[in-house]
């Protein structure tokens, strides 16, 4: 069974630091690209960062670049978020998402995890 | 970067009513164009890859049209499960954008 385990949320102070962590499990990890997907509360869905099966390809959404850091260890299976400068706009759930490349050669983020809160608050 | 642009944002129907999500992107994405459902409080999951291809397991009540800017969702003969948002979200390039959500209420 394939399972992604979102850790690392909290409550964290403006400019401060956090990092996430994914913890995967019934599928090959190295073999997948993952990505990060944010939900503000009550909003909708925003796309974070993806990062390739061999950390070759990184990408990150605009807003956030230069203050996120996508990376993940696949000896350990484990996909990470560090985050820096947090600022309020920042709280939400974060979601790590398995990248599947589909038959027709599109690609589709095809198992999530739970979710972790982040809230940056004073 | 590529916008993605969903209509309407909140649909009201009732069980067995047929409905229609649009999903428009700002530049052509060709079928690099997926849809997610998505509950209070829960993950969302992925029904539809590739513009109109199901996913295994999703009901066939779904289905999934359009290629280069214009999309559709459709739910036919829709069920209490299926009161939830929907999101499409184009995989053609980075950032891979999501469209703002439509909130499929119950009548």
């Known amino acids: 069974e394939v399972q992604l385990v979102e850790s690392g949320g909290g409550l964290i102070k403006p400019g401060g630091s956090l990092r996430l962590s994914c913890a995967v499990s019934g599928f090959t990890f190295s073999n997948f690209g993952m990505t990060w997907v944010r939900q503000a509360p009550g909003k909708g869905l925003e796309w974070v960062s993806s990062i390739s099966t061999g950390s070759s390809y990184i990408y990150y959404a605009d807003s956030l670049k230069g203050r996120l850091t996508i990376s993940r260890d696949n000896a350990k299976n484990l996909l990470y978020l560090q985050m820096n400068s947090l600022r309020a706009e920042d709280t939400a759930v974060y979601y790590c998402?398995?990248?599947?490349?589909?038959?027709?050669?599109?690609?589709?983020?095809?198992?999530w995890g739970q979710g972790t809160m982040v809230t940056v608050s004073s | 970067d590529i916008q993605m642009t969903q209509s309407p944002s909140s649909l009201s129907a009732s069980v067995g009513d047929s409905v229609t999500i649009s999903c428009r992107a700002s530049?052509?994405?060709?079928?690099?164009l997926n849809w997610y459902q998505q509950k209070p409080g829960k993950a969302p999951k992925l029904l539809i890859y590739a513009a109109s291809s199901f996913r295994r397991g999703v009901p066939s009540r779904f289905s999934g049209s359009g290629s280069g800017t214009d999309f559709t969702l459709t739910i036919s003969s829709l069920q209490p499960e299926d009161f939830a948002t929907y999101y499409c979200q184009q995989s053609y390039s980075a950032p891979y954008s999501f469209g703002q959500g439509t909130n499929l209420e119950i009548k």
């Open positions: 530049q052509s994405i060709s079928t690099f």
């Open positions: 998402a398995r990248d599947q490349i589909t038959v027709a050669g599109t690609k589709a983020f095809d198992f």
